[in-house]
């Protein structure tokens, strides 16, 4: 559930100040209770009218009883004299996105969050995620087959600076993920997802929509991945290490949607140990360590809530250096159960010309998909 919290003439500290400060004063308690009734009325009228996406409060208002509504104002009237502040309809609005209203806490957290971020230009946020699969067959199984045991572990967060003006956003992700195969001989555990990423972009407005931007990328492997009953590397530590910097512009039309387009672009590859993995199936020639092209990068970010307990999370990567193009496409789609617990679906396929794998006389596309239950949490 997206919550957005708006103050009509009252400042983001004066909010922080008088009205939020939990157990310190008692129009405090009043003003939380009042707010969270408010976001509950609002999620019966919104599923009510299909056809509306959002209320205020004066919408709310005008939609209910005049015997309510006058209870109301004058419940207004009285916690804004507690609050010394003179207009009766200064009261802060709650718009939140149409979404059935489950857990009463953490709509509660909702709401004082988006108070909280009101008073700084400072946005945080961390996720972990812990998932396992596992698989058993005896080896008397009559449709043959191997056991085998699979975890993943994801840790990613956020900092951002946000003005008028000026946007800093900051990324990071960690993902690790190892199973166990039967069938393969040399080793017991195998890497089977390893990526660190660090994301940074500055952002300067120049109309309402569109941004002067320029942005810088790191991606690489932390653990050695083996070919099945080989031990020749697939990749290692630090290889490959990549970094992409673009200069351009972003296009933001609506929230959780990011166009970055970028007519500069500088992308480095480099293998750390060139001796035990296969260069050429990172673009490079035979006896290369380092690759380095200038082009131009198209980025697609988009964020997606349809309801409160399904995020889809979209990162579409082009880039081309006239000669040769990579696409790189990665959905995630988040199922929450609970609050401890999640279930994700992952698509990533991608293509890269320059990369032209044994046995082939041409690039293929490459897809890999994961489907896996465990914990998640979220931190603010």
Not at 130 to 153: C, H, M, R
Not at 300 to 324: A, I, M
């Amino acid at each position: 559930m997206l919550i957005v919290c708006a103050a009509m003439n009252v400042t983001a500290q004066q909010l922080y100040t008088d009205t939020f400060r939990l157990g310190e004063q008692k129009q405090t308690v009043d003003m939380d209770t009042y707010l969270l009734d408010l976001v509950r009325r609002q999620s019966e009228m919104l599923h009510a009218n299909d056809t509306v996406d959002t209320l205020t409060f004066a919408e709310i208002m005008q939609r209910d009883s005049i015997a309510r509504a006058q209870s109301e104002m004058d419940s207004l009237r009285a916690l804004n004299a507690q609050l010394a502040i003179k207009r009766p309809d200064s009261i802060p609005l709650i718009a939140i996105e149409k979404s059935w209203i489950k857990d009463v806490e953490e709509d509660r957290n909702d709401v004082l969050r988006a108070i909280r971020d009101a008073k700084t230009h400072w946005r945080r946020e961390a996720t972990l995620m812990a998932q396992i699969t596992q698989n058993y067959v005896t080896p008397n199984w009559y449709q043959g087959g191997s056991s085998s045991f699979a975890g993943l572990g994801i840790a990613k967060g956020q900092i951002s600076y946000i003005s008028d003006r000026f946007t800093w956003e900051n990324f990071g992700e960690w993902r690790i993920g190892g199973s166990t195969i039967s069938a393969d001989s040399l080793h017991k555990v195998n890497t089977t997802d390893d990526l660190l990423r660090l994301y940074t972009k500055a952002n300067y407005r120049i109309v309402p929509t569109l941004f002067a931007s320029i942005s810088g990328e790191i991606e690489t492997r932390l653990f050695p991945t083996y070919k099945s009953n080989s031990n020749a590397l697939k990749s290692g530590p630090f290889s490959p290490f990549r970094f992409n910097a673009a200069l351009g512009i972003d296009w933001k039309p609506v929230n959780g949607l990011s166009v970055s387009v970028s007519p500069l672009s500088y992308k480095v590859i480099h293998i750390m140990d060139t001796a035990r993995v296969e260069v050429k199936d990172y673009g490079l020639d035979p006896g290369q360590k380092t690759l380095h092209t200038i082009g131009s990068s198209v980025r697609v970010e988009y964020v997606w809530k349809p309801v409160r307990e399904v995020s889809l999370e979209t990162r579409f990567y082009f880039y081309t250096n006239y000669h040769h193009v990579e696409i790189d496409l990665e959905a995630n789609c988040d199922f929450i159960i609970n609050r401890f617990l999640s279930a994700r679906l992952m698509l990533h396929p991608r293509y890269d010309s320059s990369v032209i794998m044994e046995g082939d006389r041409r690039a293929k596309i490459q897809f890999r998909e994961l489907l896996s239950l465990g914990f998640a949490h979220k931190f603010h």
